[in-house]
């Protein structure tokens, strides 16, 4: 079983992900030993084959959009024709149950979208450090805390951590061009700015600072955060919340709530 936080692959990634966990019997070879196969040399595990493998695919609700479950769907479905697998998805916001089950009797899920680190099944993940690095490599490299949330004091690597693209702001284009733009601002400074004149006429930005918002309640805090040079931990593991970036962070974020944001924003 391997854990991934997002459900994004690129064709080569799925591949290598599908190769690693045909069937339930990898998935928990570190907690029930596996027979060598036939011809193996001992102590050394066979590389499983993709051909006829049934990739499940456990998680929540993939977006808020129903079409992009489609697009999701109709993306791994060609995958499986061009490999002769099949992958099933199964959505379920309450993941915990179901993955402990699947640890327990070596059926079910192979991979796994879960919201929180998955040391806490350590046992019972397969080592997916090869294919992190790959997928580093290809965007860019990870943030600094990814190694932390992800990985084990051995260096290891027990899940890939959540990859972020580039956000699209939706907004009314006869808004903005009243306030003299013709496009959303650049910066923070001129968002600020706008926003600040749009809620005076009611018409106030919609960014959720809140926890109860899977995905974007974390991912717009940590957009202010960055933008101001802050970051969660340091390169030794160390937290680096307590700077004087997050203090300006939080300032700034606290002002574009009130000045530029719906109430519901924080609800």
């Known amino acids: ?94 993941v915990l149950p179901k993955i402990q089950t699947a640890i327990e009797t070596g059926s079910g899920a192979n991979i796994i979208q879960y919201s929180s680190p998955p040391q806490i099944f350590a046992n019972a993940l397969v080592d997916v450090s090869d294919l992190t690095a790959t997928i580093g490599e290809e965007g860019g490299g990870y943030l600094p805390n990814a190694s932390y949330q992800m990985g084990t004091e051995e260096g290891k690597w027990l899940g890939v951590p959540l990859g972020q693209h580039n956000w699209f702001i939706n907004y ?30 009611g018409r106030p930005y919609g960014m959720t600072f809140s926890d109860q918002a ?15 040079g802050g970051k969660e931990f340091n390169e030794d593991g160390s937290l680096a919340l307590d700077s004087e970036e997050t203090l300006a962070a939080l300032e700034f974020a606290i002002q574009l709530h009130n000045d530029a944001g719906d109430p519901g924003e924080i609800g």
């Not at 968002?191 to 809620?199: D, E, N, R």
């Open 214 to 228: 899977s995905g974007d309640g974390n991912g717009v805090p940590r957009l202010v955060l960055w933008a101001f």
């Open 1 to 94: 079983m391997a854990f991934t936080y997002s459900q994004p692959f690129t064709r080569r990634t799925f591949l290598k992900s599908a190769g690693m966990m045909t069937v339930g019997a990898v998935a928990l070879a570190a907690c029930v030993p596996a027979a060598a196969p036939t011809g193996a040399p001992a102590g050394e595990a066979a590389a499983p084959a993709t051909e006829g493998a049934t990739v499940r695919f456990l998680g929540g609700p993939w977006s808020f959009l129903p079409e992009l479950d489609v697009v999701i769907e109709n993306f791994a479905n060609q995958w499986a024709a061009e490999n002769n697998a099949t992958v099933t998805f199964e959505r379920d916001a309450q």
């Open 172 to 201: 009314r284009q006869d808004w903005l061009q009243e306030e003299g733009y013709d496009t959303f601002p650049d910066t923070w400074e001129e968002a600020l700015t706008v926003g600040k004149a749009l809620k005076e006429k």
